[in-house]
């Protein structure tokens, strides 16, 4: 099993920037794509950004140009960079990661309990 620790959300002024950190740790083969989700109040969750393990990236459409998202998979941890951010960027960030489990290839989706990210001048 993964467990998933995520950092780095607060509140920052329009414009500024932000940067998410989300560790996996436990007991598994490997980690394949992670990424970022958010949900904002009365909203649904959205996918953010992703990346798979060779490093292909995705974002959604409403932060292509201002977030990057990263990896550094021998720490088995993503990253989010967060620029120019925007009130309507506000919301719950939460972190996933596609776990590989030991023993025969299982796979699931590990999630992290989610870090607040405020935008508000």
């Known amino acids: 099993q993964a467990h998933l620790a995520e950092s780095g959300g607060g509140l920052v002024q329009p414009g500024g920037s932000l940067r998410l950190s989300c560790a996996a740790s436990g007991t598994f083969f490997s980690i394949g794509t992670m990424g970022w989700y958010r949900q904002a109040p009365g909203k649904q969750r959205e996918l953010v950004a992703s990346?798979?393990?060779?490093?292909?990236?995705n974002y959604a459409d409403s932060v292509k140009g201002r977030f990057a998202i990263s990896r550094d998979s021998a720490k088995n941890t993503v990253y989010l960079q967060m620029n120019s951010l925007k009130p309507e960027d506000t919301a719950v960030y939460y972190c996933f990661a596609t776990v590989v489990l030991l023993g025969g290839g299982r796979t699931y989706t590990a999630w992290g309990q989610g870090t607040q990210a405020t935008v508000a001048s």
């Open positions: 990346i798979t393990s060779d490093s292909s990236t």
